[in-house]
Nanobody, 123 residues
Framework: QVQLVESGGGLVQAGGSLTLSCAAS????????MGWFRRAPGKEREFVAA????????YYADSVKGRFTISRDNAKNTGYLQMNSLKPEDTAVYYC????????????????WGQGTQVTVSS
């Protein structure tokens, strides 16, 4: 079993930046694709970004394309989500998750999840 722990959330003003980290336990992180999702108050969990095992392929939701960057360091068993030009509508709990194959965008395709980290963007 793999455990994921997110960190880096917080309160930031609109236009600001944050970098989230996702630390994975064990030595199998490099065998999984990784994704970031978020859940805003009163809304369903939604896809944000995903990256394949090697880091060579990424995919983004239209709402964050050009502002967010997903990356990973397999040697450190850690994934990242760099968030720039943050907007109030980015306010949510952000979750990292890992999946066996591809660059999935659906919640059901992910096997392990972190506990989430809160990001609040003030206007």
């Amino acid at each position: 079993q793999v455990q994921l722990v997110e960190s880096g959330g917080g309160l930031v003003q609109a236009g600001g930046s944050l970098t989230l980290s996702c630390a994975a336990s064990g030595r199998t992180f490099s065998t999984y694709a990784m994704g970031w999702f978020r859940r805003a108050p009163g809304k369903e969990r939604e896809f944000v970004a995903a990256i394949n095992r090697s880091g060579s392929t990424t995919y983004y939701a239209d709402s964050v394309k050009g502002r967010f960057t997903i990356s990973r360091d397999n040697a450190k068993n850690t994934g990242y989500l760099q968030m720039n030009s943050l907007k109030p509508e980015d306010t949510a709990v952000y979750y990292c998750a890992i999946a066996r194959w591809g660059v999935p965008t659906e919640v059901s395709e992910y096997r392990y999840w972190g506990q989430g980290t809160q990001v609040t963007v003030s206007s």
